[in-house]
């Protein structure tokens, strides 16, 4: 059984008092853990997301691992201690239970950017990002899936408070309202600049990664 102050370290990124010096030792080395996160699967050994990434930091993923959470499915080679104890840090973690997504992403300025590929939809430019009312809201427009899409600062000061059509301006994807899996689908082609070689097995992107 993991010791007591190996699971209370896990629960917590701060040391207390009572921690013996096991416990101490880890929390000194806590700077040369936190670039050891977990990717997190479902049970059914997908991403939970693919944009941001399903991460965990060390100390939650063995938490998890210690509630019978979660399930090991690969490991760094770098270890945490306590008397009497030892374990590799968990690299990939799979859920025991079944995590069914809801079937609609709630409607934020990310989720907005993701589904448009964070591009404006009038000229494809990457900067300068903010949202446009499609049809303005002084004309009636609502703040909604199928009414707002990204645009860059100069594309939305030209178009201004009027439509598209007004202002001889076409958007290049027609505004929907995306489900999750379209969401994660957009995700998978916007891969982290990292990836730990034992992660590269249960992702699957639509660019090619470097070797």
């Not at 479902?42 to 693919?50: E, G, V």
């Not at 509630?67 to 270890?79: A, F, G, H, K, N």
């Not at 000229?123 to 990204?150: K, M, Q, Y």
């Amino acid at each position: 059984m993991l010791h007591k102050a190996l699971i209370e370290r896990a629960a917590s990124a701060r040391p207390h008092s009572g921690d013996d010096a096991a416990a101490h030792h880890v929390l000194q080395n806590d700077r040369h853990l936190s670039n050891c996160p977990a990717l997190v699967l479902n049970a059914d050994y997908t991403p939970l997301s693919y944009y941001p990434l399903s991460l965990w930091p060390w100390q939650t993923a063995i938490k998890a691992v210690f509630l019978e959470r979660v399930d090991i499915v690969s490991t760094y080679e770098r270890e945490v201690h306590s008397p009497g104890f030892g374990m590799k840090l968990p690299s990939v973690i799979a859920l025991r239970q079944y995590v069914r997504p809801s079937e609609y992403p709630a409607f934020t300025r990310f989720n907005l950017f993701l589904r448009d590929r964070f591009q404006c939809q009038y000229c494809g430019s990457p900067e300068h990002l903010t949202f446009d009312h499609i049809v303005p809201r002084r004309l009636g427009g609502r703040t909604s899936w199928e009414n707002v899409a990204a645009a860059c600062a100069p594309c939305n000061l030209r178009k201004g408070g009027r439509t598209p059509e007004q202002a001889n301006m076409r958007l290049m994807n027609r505004a929907i309202r995306p489900t999750t899996w379209q969401l994660q689908e957009r995700g998978r082609a916007f891969p982290p600049n990292y990836l730990h070689e034992t992660w590269r097995d249960w992702l699957y992107w639509d660019v090619e990664l470097e070797s």
